[in-house]
DNA sequence: ATTAAAACGAACAATATTAAACATTTTAAA
DNA sequence: TTTAAAATGTTTAATATTGTTCGTTTTAAT
């Protein structure tokens, strides 16, 4: 916060350097990620415009998902959404309860381990949390989750090869399909948008559901981490029975009744 | 900020150069590189030419994504790029020439081609020219490429799978050059660290030639994109003669002893 | 729920910057 | 030297940025 503030402050003194709206709009962002909450008022005397600039900056620099707009301010996301901002502001929906989800399942990783990670808002969270492990080898068709992972020296990163698409950000295809049946993994944590004891687990997109299902085929274990509102839910694509899961990791809000029948099919349930 | 600036300073007052385009784009450049900030008006009497010269000049590099133009100047271009962060430092290496390589490369381009971009430095900067084309295949291993590719939608993206090298940000292995002989290509554009007619062409990192050698082999027409100073020098690794070139795509400072000899090959060199 | 203070955005005006068109100069080629 | 092409400068209308005012909305404290 020093640096570049205290520069542009003596800029601004000695030299009369007028601070130009990109610039300005840099600055902001960088305070707010040191500073994680800022008011308008502040920024206005700090940066020496009005306040209706300041409002306009922090609404532009909200519209391209690089910050969080408040009332009186603005809030900063963290690095992952700054990576993920050109990407999918999908993201953000219900954010916390995606990583909560996620926090549940790292539980079940070990060093050593060997797994897939699908593509899909829920899941991508998981990428954030590998830090911590010494030794992992991930198997992924997300783009996003291999940038993340890229974080991460001691965890080594196979993509699944393919044609990409754009709107996820994950390949997929023929050849994607013919990739993964080249691994093995010992965990697979895929995603889907809608499971049932009877329906099986089910998505809206055929093409990456073929995807999801060549990593739970190929995998020790089956984890599905999905929130609470799919759970007995059917989408429009079945692509694999409930059977195949090991586990099925969710949030708090799960119908308990849920889980006897789930763990009747020897499924359990993480919440 | 000292040395180049003030040296232009002196040749101005003593001898009274003037400073032609592109050694003032350069200077612009190294300026911005070294303030952060400029304005327009302050470049036009530092560069003693017209403010319209200067808009001119700070257009043209934004356009090649060189610097960020600003209402009254410029700033440099964003490193929040935490993504490819020392991937990008090695790009400023020189950038102007690299891309000045790719923009001749681009002409050999047409709708409709397939083509393999290998990882690299140079070629890179290839990907960001891709947007003018209506239906284009590409099959790369570069994970940068990728990113500037799904800015445009009217481009196909393919990514080799296999291990990912965290350096280079690019897959390689076994598995990755079994997935390139998957494929065929109309074009292929290669790097490389060194190439001679004696001694073919070569490469510091054995693995990640091994990529290069079959984007080569699996492609109708191939282009060696490399500055100048690699040509008739040999790097430690030799992986294909030169004679599957078709074109050799380089850089004006080129020694034209070498035109000859390399089209009694049949490669055109492009300079 | 009511109310006062704060924050907000729309509209306008003042100023600075820009790009387009055209004129001029410079450069390179014939 | 002549000529065409490229680069540069000048003028001017259009555009972008910013600050101010003012009625509206949001917040938070009663």
């Known amino acids: 916060m020093f640096d570049l503030l205290f520069l542009i402050q003596i800029n601004k003194l000695l030299i009369n350097i007028v601070v130009p709206k990109e610039q300005r709009k840099r600055l902001i962002l960088e305070i707010v990620q040191k500073t994680s909450i800022v008011d308008v008022d502040a920024l206005s005397k700090e940066l020496d415009v009005s306040t209706m ?77 590998l830090g911590r492990f010494k030794d992992l080898r991930v198997i992924t068709n997300s783009l996003p989750v291999v940038l993340e992972l890229l974080n991460f020296p001691n965890i080594k990163i196979s993509i699944i090869g393919g044609e990409v698409d754009s709107n996820r950000k994950a390949t997929y295809g023929k050849k994607s399909v013919e990739n993964i049946n080249e691994y093995h993994a010992t965990k697979a944590f895929i995603g889907a948008d809608g499971v049932s004891i009877a329906g099986g687990i089910s998505s809206y997109d055929e093409r990456e559901s073929a995807i999801t299902k060549n990593m739970a085929l190929n995998a020790d274990k089956v984890f599905l981490l999905c929130d609470s509102s799919k759970i007995e839910k059917n989408s429009f694509f079945k692509f694999l029975p409930a059977s195949i899961l090991n586990y099925l990791i969710t949030d708090t809000k799960i119908n308990k009744d849920f889980i006897k029948p789930y763990h009747d099919q020897n499924i359990e349930i993480i919440f």
């Open 53 to 129: 600039t300041i409002r306009r900056d922090l609404n532009e620099l909200n519209q391209k998902g690089l910050l969080q707009r408040t009332h009186g301010g603005a809030i900063k996301l963290d690095n992952l959404d700054l990576i993920l901002s050109n990407f999918d502001l999908k993201l953000n929906d219900d954010k916390l309860n995606k990583i909560e989800i996620c926090e549940k399942a790292v539980n079940f990783i070990q060093d050593g381990d060997i797994i897939y990670i699908d593509c899909g808002t829920t899941i991508f969270h998981l990428s954030k949390l």
